[in-house]
């Protein structure tokens, strides 16, 4: 499956190429997927990364590997496999594609070219008859976190501390993998737009969790490795420890729906009673 689109061009550009999305196609192709990866990621040696035989392997088996494409030039990708539900009760459950990762190279980045690719993938997955993809980001990233849930309208399921180790690679070496796993639901109805949360009496406190209404706030940094650098990687591993607690407990019985940028260099998470969001999913 094949989609064109045209991209934001980069300020003080011409309009380029139409942005053609689809399957990745061949070793060859699959290795430039590779390249942009390790690229992108910033990989030291040690880190590990992809390989070309990996990427075939999975598309040949019910796995998608989907590129973004100006011209002839790779810009961006994204690869899933076919996973299963496991019930509490261990009965096997739905299908659904599991998004291991979304790259876009540096240069292309903020012209809306992840959108454009997690469209292409969410249309495979809707050719084959898979109406729910999942995948794992880290909460502190708000940027990505607003991207997840308030444009594409994913929703977060539960947060997994530490999830490939203790400590991550590229721009988060020494950092604790702490991931989100968020839900989209391709077949439902989009959810409205929320509202944006109204600073209480006195200001935000990041790390803290206001009421509004049913909902609940939590306040953060906006930009996670500004905050390291200017204040530690000691003091950035206690903040994230007490976030990730907090995160747990408000997911107990809820679902973040929402992450949005605050005055003063913050951002907020918008919690929400799960039962309010269920039937609810991407926006078209």
């Given at each position: 499956m094949t989609s064109t689109a045209t991209p934001r061009p980069a300020a003080g550009t011409r309009q380029g190429p139409p942005l053609v999305v689809r399957d990745v196609d061949g070793p060859l192709e699959m290795a430039d997927c590779v390249a942009l990866y390790e690229r992108v990621m910033g990989l030291r040696p040690g880190d590990g990364s992809l390989n070309a035989r990996l990427l075939t392997a999975l598309q040949d088996n019910s796995g998608l590997v989907v590129g973004a494409y100006l011209g002839e030039a790779l810009v961006g990708f994204t690869y899933s496999f076919l996973a299963r539900e496991r019930g509490a009760d261990g009965q096997a459950g739905r299908l659904y594609q599991y998004s291991q990762l979304a790259v876009v190279a540096h240069e292309r980045q903020g012209l809306g070219i992840g959108r454009l690719l997690k469209l292409g993938q969410r249309d495979r997955c809707l050719a084959e008859g898979t109406t729910l993809i999942r995948w794992a980001y880290d909460p502190m990233q708000t940027r990505n976190a607003h991207f997840n849930l308030d444009v594409l309208g994913a929703v977060v399921d539960a947060v997994k501390p530490a999830m490939y180790g203790t400590s991550g690679f590229g721009a988060a070496a020494g950092e604790s993998t702490d991931r989100f796993i968020v839900s989209w639901h391709l077949d439902a109805p989009a959810?409205?737009?929320?509202?944006?949360?109204?600073?209480?009496?006195?200001?935000?406190?990041?790390?803290?969790?206001?009421?509004?209404?049913?909902?609940?706030?939590?306040?953060?940094?906006?930009?996670?490795?500004?905050?390291?650098?200017?204040?530690?990687?000691?003091?950035?591993?206690?903040?994230?420890?007490?976030?990730?607690?907090?995160?747990?407990?408000?997911?107990?019985?809820?679902?973040?729906?929402?992450?949005?940028?605050l005055p003063g260099g913050l951002a907020a998470y918008r919690f929400i009673p799960r039962a309010a969001a269920s039937g609810t999913a991407s926006r078209p």
């Open positions: 959810r409205p737009a929320l509202p944006a949360p109204v600073a209480p009496t006195g200001g935000w406190s990041v790390g803290q969790v206001y009421d509004d209404g049913e909902d609940r706030i939590v306040v953060l940094p906006d930009d996670w490795h500004r905050l390291r650098a200017q204040a530690g990687p000691g003091h950035a591993a206690r903040l994230r420890g007490n976030l990730t607690d907090t995160f747990a407990r408000l997911l107990a019985d809820r679902t973040a729906v929402s992450c949005v940028r």
